[in-house]
């Protein structure tokens, strides 16, 4: 009881503000949202319930997705209804439905919120997933930390199963479906899909060289979709379209184009009011930040970081004209990534958050890509060299060499998320990294 | 097959689709840089040496895992590309020592070669290099990891090729590190290997460490002489000394690979045991002797025999590793001193289908094929200890989901394949599981069974691996292995077996010890009249000429073999190596020379005849066996001795080896009586382990200390060994009816209930019979 006292607690306090719709986040005045029938009391199971009532040929369901501009919450952004047409149909192969939810970008924390509020959005999502794909098999593979998160998956996932939501014959209409949930054992690196592929079969995890793609050889060598918690947990809401059945445009029309409809954006740093947003695609940045309550101690902005850490930062300036979107944000030089907003005020030392950055890369490489292996190892170490005062202005440009011989030479994007903050710190802020070291050189003299 | 044309530096070169960018590029030696790729193993492209611009890819590419699509345009060269080399090499080098002249890696190291390429001239990094400790994984394969660049392949090379997972790469990024798990030895037979692949100096031949530098090493090109394969061998040489061996790639044979046996018997070249001069015994003591005394010496003692009307009772054995022309030159030697009594079947007992027997001890499919059959029935063979590159074959087979396996064994060998079916048969059900296969196989063709093989046959019901191997038809292979001959009743198996394959169109090979099939080729076995090894070992022979052989150890009746040396008046042996066992008995000793030392021809299982030449001249007055024999023959005043040169034994050999029939088929089916073991309760089974079957193996050192060679223990199923009131690692008392012996036993599930299993080839155990009764129990005589 507590725990479920102090989830309805974080809800409210943890400014879970929803801005437009109820996709993934539940209504904050809804009590116990993760309970099945708070869930079904809402409309929850209607769109799993209807799609497979067998009215709804499949093509349709992947049209309402690509129509509604669904795009992956993950952090690179694919047309959700796009991969799912990926999946070999006509074959009779076992194939899976995987759910990442090792939610280990830093500044990140939306798909926990999903799962504890809101595990029944993630298991009808899946369960229509595996119906339109073909998968018999679920996985939900959870990150290491989340204990909690998977207690309350696991309940879920039991209750669900109970009600016939799960498990053999599916709402009675003679499709088998079951979902099992993992936790994962602390790598981030486990976040990228192929890596998560190779945990969940017991193996390291290392990602796999692409390709071939997991829609050819995924899980065990099946084809395999793997989509983010919050992209699977939008998908009952996309189809419902708030009575307007099957309506993409419902969605789409959240959002901006491009972009659509909501999506959450987990807001940490320095802001009064942290927490997750669930908004409309396309907000401005300004608008977002004055919900989270604005920067804190009455503070000027410096600096965010839009998605995430792997995604390039932002000054000030930049940020404040940006919306929140794909394009925008690209446009402006960084990404959307998986919705981390991370907020740093003028008293951000822009070198002690980068050693930061690079620490957690430096840790999280899995070692198998002689550039990441190495490479993030050697960016942390210069990074730290000059924070305790040993650096020298040529470091700066070893620094950028080093960051430019990792970019885009390694199999998966880890490397890429290395030398991206380098890149951009060094882009933006190197006169803080000039004057740290020329201020040492001099205290040294 | 459609082909591609893809354009790389400027040239169009056609390619498969779907191949991958690097094969094509080597195909057309086009130089791309890499590590970790290799193309024996699978595409683990974590190296990103082989990075290349291909256009209009955004980043630049890895050759080894980008398959070629028509219209590519690559370039491997361009600033793209080289920036990007440049850029991993820099990575590489960070943290890898720079200390190039105290590794035993430098002078042949890929990373070194490439570092000269690719690499700076001076480092930006100023950082603390990183450091690893290193673990000893075993005898043969020295480790330094603080040189590893984690380019994974021995770790692929384990779970892949040789199919046990004792490398893995624990630890993440940085921390990351090639090791075995929990510290393990390394005990894959074929782990040598590893050290080929290992393109740094982390992982080096422990037995050739700071040896030699590469550059100074001479090549030879060389036959090993302990598979039935004829592995090509790279002798290399250093001052007339043998400093280590290595593959010589043939993709007939031995594809990239050799086993530990090939790669590190050459120690024995150079041990102290070696045998230098020729001795000889007199009155009880031995004294070193010329060449000239020590032959006087020995054409006196068999003259002596001959003169006394006992020519026919003197006897040749010769080892299976000897060379065609030393096998012919012994059995023409023994033929022209009046007796027919030759053999090199050491291991073999039962020898009553000589008559009808194949004229060969060969396979009917060439090597290649082992990886490509439908089905394989393995009949009393422990393959991959036997002869490791087969199963290294068969195992690809198996692994591509193309072949079954099925094995009846004696004992449950831990195999590097799956099979489909499993059949452990110690004693004569070996013979009664194979004749209810024979059976099922009648009934799978609708054939009629032979009487003689339904008398025999056990209740087994074995259908569904008889359909296994007659749906395969010829693409069957059913291999009889070393248990199957070395049976007592190995007639029998051989002609089920025979009657089995032609019943399902199967097709067979036998694998017989290392050179055999020349022993057979040369007719160096008895001829009517003549005593086989069998016979020779029962007793009633007054002299023996021993070709490298040790009866007491080589042979499968240690005991008896001794006896029939100590009863005989005269024993001359050519032997590589002085041995006290065979001094006791022994009058003349004659130092030959080891495969390394001497030229020779070898005829392998498919057929093919391949000649070595001698990498080394051999050290003191040690000469090859064949002018040994040679000038035997001379002392002895026989005809037809007076070769010059090694071409003269070829050139009289060339009728037979001019086309050496690759058959294994009974020349007429009969089925013997099976040979009931006499007595109830234990039965005592043997085998070879694999580094002890030949004298040079047995002086090969680091061999000696592997896992391959256990100290002699007594391996017992652990429901019988309670039942016996024993525990694992105490003492036992093994009597075999008038010999005992102490030795500890080991439980070990593998081995049959109600079986005790020790090995031949120790002294300890040389000393048992092995036909006997044997019981075993408690050293105090205890009971529980």
New interface residues.
């Given amino acids: 009881m507590s725990r479920q006292r102090d989830r309805s607690l974080i809800a409210e306090r943890f400014g879970t503000v929803r801005q437009a719709a109820s996709v993934c986040l539940p209504d904050p005045s809804v009590k116990t949202p993760w309970k099945l029938e708070t869930y079904r009391a809402g409309g929850g199971y209607t769109a799993l319930e209807k799609v497979l009532s067998g009215q709804i040929p499949h093509a349709d369901i992947i049209e309402t997705l690509k129509l509604s501009n669904l795009r992956g919450r993950g952090g690179a952004g694919f047309p959700v209804g796009v991969k799912w047409s990926f999946m070999p149909r006509s074959s009779d192969v076992q194939k899976y439905v995987v759910c990442n939810s090792d939610e280990g970008e830093p500044g990140t924390c939306k798909d926990r919120d999903i799962m504890r509020l809101n595990p029944h959005a993630l298991i009808e999502g899946m369960a229509i997933g595996g119906y339109v794909m073909g998968a018999t098999i679920g996985y939900n593979y959870i990150r290491g930390e989340f204990r909690e998160p998977y207690d309350v998956m696991e309940e879920a996932v039991r209750e669900a199963r109970e009600a016939g939501f799960l498990g053999k014959n599916v709402c009675r209409s003679g499709f088998d479906f079951d979902l099992h949930n993992c936790l994962g054992a602390g ?1 981030y ?1 486990c976040g990228e899909e192929t890596a998560l592929l190779n945990s969940l079969e017991g193996k ?1 995890g290392e990602p796999r ?1 692409k ?1 071939p793609f997991p829609a050819a050889y995924g899980l065990y060598g099946k084809p395999t979709t793997i989509n983010n918690t919050e992209s699977y947990a939008s998908v009952p809401a996309i189809l419902r379209a708030d009575g307007n059945w099957l309506d993409g445009q419902w969605f789409r029309g959240l959002g901006v184009e491009n972009s659509g409809g909501v999506k959450i954006f987990s807001v940490t740093g320095h802001v009064n009011r942290p927490g997750n947003y669930e908004i409309r695609m396309g907000t401005p940045f300004r608008d977002l930040l004055d919900m989270a309550g604005g920067v804190w101690k009455g503070r000027r902005l410096k600096a965010v970081i839009p998605g995430g850490s792997s995604v390039p930062v932002m000054p000030a300036e930049s940020i404040l004209k940006a919306n929140m979107d794909y394009d925008s944000l690209q446009q402006h030089g960084s990404a959307v990534g998986a919705g981390s907003v991370i907020v740093m005020d003028e008293t951000t030392d822009m070198v002690g958050i980068l050693e930061r950055i690079a620490l957690f890369y ?17 960016l942390y ?2 990074i730290r ?1 000059i924070n305790s005062g040993r650096g020298s202005m040529e470091d700066l440009d ?1 620094l950028l060499d080093v960051a430019n ?1 990792i970019e ?4 998966c994007a880890l490397g890429d998320a290395a030398a991206w903050p380098v890149q951009s710190f060094l882009r933006h802020f190197r006169h803080e990294f000039e004057d740290k070291i020329a201020m040492d050189r001099a205290n040294a003299a | 097959m459609s082909t591609v044309t893809i354009n790389v530096d400027g040239r169009n070169l056609e390619a498969t689709p779907g191949e991958m960018l690097i094969c094509v590029t080597d195909r057309n030696g086009i130089y791309i840089p890499r590590f970790c790729y290799h193309e024996k193993l699978s ?7 082989c ?1 290349v611009e291909v256009e209009r890819a ?3 590419l ?1 050759a080894c ?1 980008t ?1 070629v699509m028509d219209g590519m345009k690559v370039q491997t060269r361009s600033i793209t590309a080289q920036e ?1 080399q440049k ?2 090499m ?3 080098l ?2 890898h020592p720079l200390d190039c002249p105290v590794c035993d890696q430098g002078g042949e190291c890929p990373l070194q070669d490439q570092a000269l390429g690719y690499g700076r001239s001076d480092s ?4 603390q290099k ?1 450091s690893v400790a290193s673990h000893d994984i075993g005898p043969l394969v020295a480790t330094e990891m603080t040189r590893c ?2 380019c994974t392949r021995c770790v692929r090379f384990g779970e892949e090729v040789a199919g046990l997972l004792e490398m893995g ?8 590190k090639i090791s075995t798990f929990l510290n393990r030895p390394v005990n894959s037979e074929v782990s040598g290997n590893m050290i080929d692949l290992c393109p740094v100096g982390a992982l080096t031949s422990r037995p050739f460490r700071f040896a030699a530098r590469s550059w100074e090493l001479t090549s030879n090109f060389g036959i090993s002489p302990h598979d039935c394969l004829g592995t090509n061998i790279n002798i290399q040489t250093l001052r007339n000394c043998v400093e280590r061996v290595l593959p010589i790639e043939n993709a007939e044979i031995n594809e990239c690979w050799i086993a530990d046996r090939d790669r590190f018997s050459y120690e024995a070249i150079n041990c102290r045991h070696r045998l230098t001069v020729p001795m000889i015994k007199r009155a009880g003591a031995w004294e070193e002797a010329t060449w000239e005394t020590a032959l006087t010496h020995a054409a006196n003692g068999l003259k002596r025999l001959m003169d006394n009307g006992s020519a026919a009772e003197i006897g040749g054995l010769a080892t299976w590793s000897s060379t065609l022309e030393e096998f012919h030159l012994l059995q023409k030697l023994v033929r022209a001193m009046g007796s027919d009594s030759v053999d090199y079947r050491l291991r073999q007992c039962d020898f009553r289908d000589d008559d009808i027997a194949p004229p060969l001890p060969v396979s009917e499919v060439p090597i290649r094929a082992f990886s490509d059959r439908e089905s394989v029935l393995l009949v009393g063979s422990n393959i991959r200890k036997e002869q490791p590159l087969l199963a290294l074959r068969l195992r690809n087979g198996w692994q591509t989901g193309k072949t079954r396996i099925a094995a009846i064994n004696p004992i449950d060998h831990d195999l590097n394949f799956g099979t489909s079916h499993l059949l452990i048969a110690p004693g004569n059900s070996l013979v009664s599981q194979l004749a209810a296969l024979a059976s099922a196989v009648a009934g799978a063709r609708s054939m009629p069974l032979p009487p003689e093989i339904r008398r025999i046959a056990d209740k087994h019901r074995l259908t569904d691996l008889a359909d296994q191997i007659c749906q395969a038809g010829g693409n069957g292979l059913v291999v009889l292995g070393e248990a199957a001959q070395q049976h007592p009743n190995a007639s029998l198996i051989k002609a089920i077996v025979h009657w089995l394959a032609e019943a399902a169109g199967s097709r067979i090979a036998l694998l017989a010890p290392g050179n055999s099939a020349a022993g057979a080729l040369a007719n160096c076995q008895p001829g009517e009249g003549g005593r086989n090894t069998g016979q020779m070992l029962a007793g009633g022979m007054r002299g023996f000429i021993l070709l490298g052989c040790e009866p007491e150890l080589d042979c499968m009746d240690g005991k008896q073999a001794l006896s029939a040396m100590q009863d005989s008046d005269f024993v001359i042996q050519l032997s590589a190596f002085r041995s006290e066992s065979v001094m006791q008995y022994a009058d003349v000793l004659l130092p030959m020379a080891t495969f390394a030392e001497s030229s020779g021809s070898y005829l392998n299982c498919e057929g093919r005849l391949q000649r070595s030449r001698a990498a080394v001249t051999p050290p003191g007055e040690v000469k090859p066996a064949w002018k040994i024999l040679r000038v035997l023959g001379n002392f002895l005043g026989c005809r037809g001795f007076d070769y010059m040169d090694l071409e003269d034994i070829e050139t009289e050999l060339s009728p037979r080896t001019e086309n050496p029939a690759p058959t294994f088929r009974l020349g007429k089916w009969r089925l013997e009586d099976m040979i009931e073991p006499g007595h109830t309760g234990l039965t005592r089974l043997s085998g070879m382990p694999m580094y002890r079957g030949e004298a040079t193996l047995r002086h090969a050192r680091a061999l000696q200390s592997t896992a391959d060679t256990p100290a002699p223990v007594i391996r017992v199923h652990p429901d019988t060994l309670s039942e016996l009131g024993l525990k694992s690692g105490e003492q036992a008392l093994l009597d075999d009816g008038d010999t005992t012996a102490q030795l500890p036993v080991k439980e070990d599930p593998r081995i049959p209930e109600k079986c005790i299993y020790l090995p031949s080839g120790f002294a300890e155990s040389a000393m048992l019979g092995i036909h006997n009764r044997v019981s075993l129990e408690p050293l105090d005589g205890r009971q529980g």
């Fill in positions: 790598a690196i390291k060289f390709p430096y840790e999280e490489s899995c070692g198998q890509c002689t550039p990441c292996r190495e490479g993030t190892g050697w170490r210069i060299r070893t011989r885009g030479r390694t199999i | 595409v683990a492209a974590n190296c990103r040496m990075l955004p980043k630049p890895p895992a398959p990007a850029g991993t820099e990575f590489l960070i943290n930006r990094f100023q950082e990183r660049i984690h790469a624990p630890g993440r990024g940085e921390h990351m």
